[in-house]
């Protein structure tokens, strides 16, 4: 028995030796991945140390450049402000230019019109516009410029391009930039100027040129009177000239006609042209008018031209024209007006 109870406590030892090496065994497994776990746990725990400051470090940027988009935002809308105040200012100051240089304008316009007055004051006319002739000569005309409505009238056919038929016929062909300055017709141009220099201040006036019709020298003044004022109307009719092209034959019937448009009726009357009509009230389309054609039609025109009004006559003669002079000058006495054929300098 004693035997047997040591077989059976040896038996036990040998049992429970052999269970304790296996728990040993899995105590230290369980330590070695509890080690491990740990080791995770704490590298997680670093890692979302790292995530947390990282986090921090976004947010804090992300309020400074909130902060300074704010502050963006606020220099933005500044400069907005100031650059409208800016356009107030530059407005408000383009405004005070305007109105101080149409203020200048009108000072000098006031100066040249009180000099033109003190010009006048100075033994110089009534004149309102100044007329620089070539030359120092003086010439005695007899025609003098006066009236309360003055009517003007210009013949722009193709005669007045030059004196003789043969330039007439070259002239005609050319460009119109040569027309204009061909020398009768730029000595005819002179005329009006130098009239124009002589209507009195107060005096209204009328400009027209004619060939087959007659038109009026300032565009949509037709039938009107036009103050003379300080001169800038007539200064325009003039450059208005220059640019007339003379063309076509001449109608003193569209001519006279212009009187009637005009009301009250003009009550001095200064006529430029060069010799006797090719035209009648309608177009002639034929070749050429003899002479005494041509002085009845300067006669059936004359029907058209009412009486007691002086007609002043300037004639730059034509060569195959011989009963032109007769004939104007004629009508320059009939109407006791002045007949004038100026020489090839004047005025």
């Given at each position: 028995m004693?035997?047997?109870?040591?077989a059976?406590?040896?038996f036990f030892?040998?049992?429970?030796?052999s269970?304790?090496?296996?728990?040993d065994?899995?105590?230290?497994?369980l330590?070695?991945?509890?080690?491990?776990?740990?080791?995770?746990?704490?590298?997680?725990?670093?890692?979302?140390?790292?995530?947390?400051n990282?986090m921090?470090?976004?947010?804090?940027?992300?309020?400074v450049?909130?902060?300074?988009s704010?502050?963006?935002?606020?220099k933005i809308e500044?400069?907005?402000?100031?650059?409208?105040k800016?356009?107030q200012?530059?407005l408000?100051?383009?405004?005070?230019v305007?109105?101080l240089?149409t203020?200048?304008?009108s000072?000098e316009?006031?100066?040249?019109?009180?000099?033109?007055m003190i010009a006048?004051?100075?033994d110089?006319?009534n004149?309102i516009?100044s007329?620089?002739?070539?030359?120092?000569?003086?010439?005695?005309?007899?025609?003098k410029?006066?009236?309360?409505?003055?009517?003007?009238?210009?013949?722009?056919?193709?005669?007045m391009?030059?004196?003789t038929?043969?330039n007439?016929?070259?002239?005609?062909?050319?460009?119109d930039?040569?027309?204009?300055?061909a020398?009768?017709?730029r000595?005819?141009?002179?005329?009006?100027?130098?009239?124009t220099?002589?209507?009195?201040i107060?005096?209204?006036f009328?400009?027209?040129?004619f060939?087959v019709?007659?038109?009026?020298?300032?565009k949509?003044t037709?039938?009107?009177?036009?103050k003379?004022?300080d001169?800038?109307?007539l200064?325009?009719?003039?450059?208005?000239l220059?640019q007339?092209?003379?063309?076509q034959?001449t109608s003193?019937?569209?001519?006279?006609?212009?009187?009637?448009?005009?009301?009250?009726?003009?009550?001095?009357?200064?006529?430029?042209t060069?010799?006797?009509?090719?035209?009648?009230?309608?177009?002639?389309?034929?070749g050429?008018?003899?002479?005494?054609?041509?002085?009845?039609l300067?006669?059936s025109?004359?029907?058209?031209?009412?009486l007691?009004?002086?007609?002043?006559?300037?004639?730059?003669?034509?060569?195959?024209d011989?009963m032109?002079?007769?004939?104007?000058?004629?009508?320059?006495?009939?109407?006791?007006?002045?007949?004038l054929?100026?020489?090839?300098?004047?005025?």
């Open positions: 004693a035997c047997g109870f040591g059976v406590v040896l030892f040998i049992i429970n030796h269970a304790e090496v296996r728990s065994e899995r105590n230290r497994e330590l070695a991945e509890a080690a491990r776990l740990e080791q995770q746990v704490l590298a997680g725990a670093k890692h979302l140390v790292s995530l947390r990282a921090r470090e976004t947010q804090e940027q992300q309020a450049a909130q902060g300074r704010h502050q963006v935002i606020q500044q400069a907005k402000i100031q650059l409208a800016l356009d200012e530059t408000a100051r383009q405004q005070h305007d109105a240089t203020d200048l304008k000072l316009e006031q100066l040249k019109r009180l000099e033109r006048a004051d100075d110089q006319g004149a516009r007329f620089v002739g070539e030359g120092d000569r003086q010439y005695l005309t007899g025609l410029v006066g009236g309360e409505r003055i009517l003007i009238l210009i013949d722009a056919s193709a005669s391009l030059d004196d038929i043969v007439i016929i070259r002239l005609r062909n050319m460009p930039a040569q027309k204009v300055t020398p009768k017709w000595r005819a141009v002179s005329t009006v100027d130098w009239i220099a002589q209507i009195p107060g005096s209204r009328q400009i027209y040129t060939n019709d007659a038109t009026p020298l300032l949509g037709a039938g009107a009177w036009q003379a004022e001169g800038r109307r200064s325009q009719a003039i450059e208005n220059r007339v092209v003379p063309q034959g003193l019937h569209g001519a006279f006609s212009v009187i009637k448009t005009l009301s009250p009726r003009p009550d001095t009357i200064y006529l430029l060069d010799g006797l009509p090719t035209q009648g009230e309608t177009e002639m389309t034929e050429t008018v003899s002479g005494e054609a041509r002085l009845k300067f006669q025109a004359l029907r058209n031209l009412p007691g009004i002086p007609v002043n006559v300037i004639l730059f003669p034509i060569e195959g011989p032109a002079a007769s004939a104007y000058w004629q009508l320059a006495q009939v109407t006791r007006g002045s007949f054929s100026p020489s090839r300098d004047w005025p």
